[in-house]
């Protein structure tokens, strides 16, 4: 009698044939682990089996871009599309880390159509070894605090950005820290500009020049964006004298030595016809914005609105993690400035400035002071609030 032939894949000869019949996960957890240098995302069943995973580094991405927010939307894209064809309707996620990709990676799943019933902080605080923390026991983070440049890119020779952050901190420094150096960032480091042109040929502010095609308040407001540096304080005189006909940009500026134009292609008008242009500019290093005053101009010395401010714009963000009293603090600083400045160089500008304004604080307050001896001496009205 002959024996039948075992079908292959049965489990009676210990092999497993093709499987044509994919296994469905209706439910699963998603594990998201975002650091500065990468951002991996697994996806495991219920019963912690992996399904499917991806990272940064295997979709492609090298370097610091294995960090950014981009990348860990494509890795979690890769990882998600495996699951949501075996059928996964809802899942719980875990994330893990204080990397740049966690808000990309959530929001990467909650468009796949999957639904979250969890989403849970799993980032590890360290207290005092392995043992729990006592109860009532307020816990302090012994690292020190640092800072460090994770974006930096330059748009544009007058478009600089740079993004920066700052941790550990306690619950609410990041904010105390965020908003000061906001503050001191827009309005108190020095900057360079044009704030004054003159020419003799120029009845008013609001007249035309034939020959010219721009107006002569056009002509003042190219002048107002052209972009200085400098590290001398006070004033400087600088002159332009160009023939046309042809184009006038900030090359033709004739300009001290100690004044750098940032970018040499700003157009400042256009001579449609061969006649002489003279103007002969006042450039000055100041702070914050100051406005032009009334002029009657009888001397044919036009003032310029005066932006000296170099930082563009300065935006801060605080990323918590943590629970209870072990709750600490990230601080992200987002930099744009006009070229004049980096934005490492302004963050350095910045924090000196602020350091200056608490100085007088550290030193012993003066007891000896009459003001009713010294008649010469400016009197002071002090406030109280009751």
């Known amino acids: 009698m002959t024996k039948p032939i075992p079908r292959i894949g049965s489990r009676r000869n210990g092999r497993i044939g093709s499987r044509k019949n994919v296994r469905r996960i209706p439910k699963?957890?998603?594990?998201?682990?975002?650091?500065?240098?990468?951002?991996?995302?697994?996806?495991?069943?219920?019963?912690?089996?992996?399904?499917s995973w991806s990272s940064a580094g295997t979709c492609g991405f090298k370097g610091t871009r294995r960090g950014t927010p981009f990348a860990a939307q494509t890795a979690t894209g890769n990882a998600i599309r495996t699951v949501v064809d075996q059928g996964m309707q809802r899942a719980e996620v875990m994330i893990k880390g204080p990397g740049l990709g966690r808000d990309a990676a959530l929001?990467?799943?909650?468009?796949?159509?999957?639904?979250?019933?969890?989403?849970?902080?799993?980032?590890?605080?360290?207290?005092?070894?392995?043992r729990p923390p006592k109860k009532g026991e307020v816990t302090?983070?012994?690292?020190?605090?640092?800072?460090?440049?994770?974006?930096s890119k330059v748009d544009s020779k007058r478009l600089y950005y740079g993004r920066f952050i700052l941790s550990p901190l306690m619950k609410g420094q990041a904010?105390?820290?965020?908003?000061?150096?906001?503050?001191v960032l827009l309005g108190e480091i020095d900057g360079t500009c044009i704030t004054r042109a003159k020419s003799e040929k120029i009845p008013h502010e609001y007249s035309t020049i034939v020959g010219i095609e721009e107006s002569v308040h056009e002509i003042l407001m190219n002048l107002k964006e052209i972009v200085l540096r400098s590290n001398l304080y006070g004033t400087?005189?600088?002159?332009?004298?160009?023939?046309?006909?042809?184009y006038v940009t900030a090359h033709d500026i004739i300009s001290p030595p100690s004044v750098e134009i940032i970018d040499t292609?700003?157009?400042?008008?256009?001579?449609?016809?061969?006649?002489?242009?003279?103007?002969?500019?006042?450039?000055?290093?100041?702070?914050?914005?100051?406005?032009?005053t009334p002029n009657n101009a009888q001397d044919g010395s036009y003032p310029i609105d005066a932006v000296f401010m170099p930082v563009r714009n300065a935006n801060h963000s605080i990323h918590s993690y943590g629970n209870g009293n072990e709750k600490q603090e990230i601080l992200?600083?987002?930099?744009?400035?006009?070229?004049?400045?980096?934005?490492?160089?302004a963050l350095r500008e910045a924090s000196r400035n602020l350091i200056d304004l608490f100085i007088p604080f550290l030193h012993a307050e003066e007891q000896d002071i009459n003001l009713e001896d010294n008649k010469t001496q400016d009197y002071f009205t002090f406030f109280y609030l009751s």
């Open 265 to 292: 292609t700003q157009h400042i008008a256009n001579l449609t016809e061969p006649i002489d242009l003279c103007i002969r500019l006042q450039i000055e290093r100041n702070r914050g914005y100051r406005m032009k």
């Open 332 to 345: 992200f600083l987002e930099i744009w400035t006009n070229g004049s400045l980096t934005p490492k160089e």
């Open 175 to 183: 904010d105390t820290i965020g908003i000061a150096m906001r503050r």
């Open 140 to 151: 302090v983070s012994t690292r020190k605090v640092q800072w460090k440049c994770v974006e």
């Open 28 to 51: 699963g957890v998603i594990h998201v682990q975002a650091s500065f240098n990468n951002t991996i995302v697994t996806v495991t069943d219920v019963r912690g089996r992996v399904v």
């Open 236 to 246: 400087r005189d600088a002159s332009i004298c160009v023939r046309g006909p042809g």
């Open 107 to 130: 929001r990467t799943i909650r468009r796949s159509g999957i639904r979250l019933s969890l989403v849970r902080d799993i980032t590890p605080m360290p207290h005092n070894g392995c």
